[in-house]
């Protein structure tokens, strides 16, 4: 019996700490990823510039679109349906049209937990979008496996980054992680990504947002970066 409550004590602060630590690393939310070398492919749906100015990204989302990352790990496709949380969509879809996810690095890596993305890799970048928070939208889905939602750090600061769940989070359903799509191909390139630097340190983020990949590619050689990300055919989100 002992042994049991002292399991399920266990279990719990784990899960504390996960939030805690969720919640330390997206609280900088302006902080953002880092780069690659490879540039972005383009298509009839992409647009190759203005991703450094937020206010101009504003196009509303397909009812459903999927949109296609090809990384230093291999290719991921993400399915968004924008009823699930239309404003975390809209953004995702405008970032992606922009070019804003060329050599963005994945810079925080937990298996089991999530891999976390989206500070830009230029630091001129990642002051243009500190700000630029989006609405709150209402839970509808849950964080399960595979499953793609802004980081949050409370009401009303989410800007771009982004986490793809590798577990069943679904004890982030209540505060405020609102899913907007889900990984439908391509899941096993994702549980490959890097995780060998884990966690971060309190202060790795806002390192990231002031000194860009400059730093991250200095400082964790290892890391696995988004060569490009471009929206697919309408016709492939059927």
């Not at 968004?80 to 953004?91: I, Q, Y």
């Not at 050599?103 to 630029?132: E, L, T």
């Not at 609405?135 to 509808?140: I, N, S």
Request: hydrophobic content about 35%.
């Amino acid at each position: 019996m002992e042994n049991s409550v002292s399991m399920k004590a266990t279990n719990l602060i784990c899960a504390l700490s996960l939030v805690a630590a969720f919640a330390m690393v997206s609280c900088s939310n302006a902080d953002q990823t880092q780069t690659n070398n490879t540039p972005a492919a383009t298509n009839s749906t992409s647009v190759s510039t203005g991703f450094d100015d937020p206010s101009k990204l504003i196009a509303t989302a397909p009812d459903t679109f999927k949109a296609q990352f090809d990384t230093t790990k291999g290719k991921f496709t993400i399915e968004v349906t924008r009823s699930l949380s239309p404003n975390g969509a809209d953004r995702f879809y405008n970032l992606v049209r922009s070019g804003y996810f060329t050599d963005i690095a994945f810079f925080r890596v937990v298996p089991g937990f999530m891999c976390q993305f989206g500070i830009h890799g230029d630091p001129a970048v990642s002051a243009k979008w500190r700000d630029a928070n989006i609405a709150d939208d209402p839970v509808k889905g849950s964080n399960t496996r595979g499953t793609v939602t802004f980081a949050t750090a409370g009401p009303g600061t989410r800007t771009t980054q982004l986490f793809i769940n590798f577990g069943n989070n679904t004890f982030l359903d209540g505060q405020g992680f609102s899913p907007f799509g889900k990984v439908t191909d391509g899941m096993d390139v994702v549980d490959k990504i890097d995780s060998e630097y884990g966690e971060n340190a309190p202060d790795v983020q806002g390192r990231i947002q002031n000194e860009g990949n400059a730093y991250l590619k200095k400082t964790f050689p290892n890391l696995d970066y988004i060569k490009s990300a471009t929206i697919l055919p309408a016709d492939s989100a059927k």
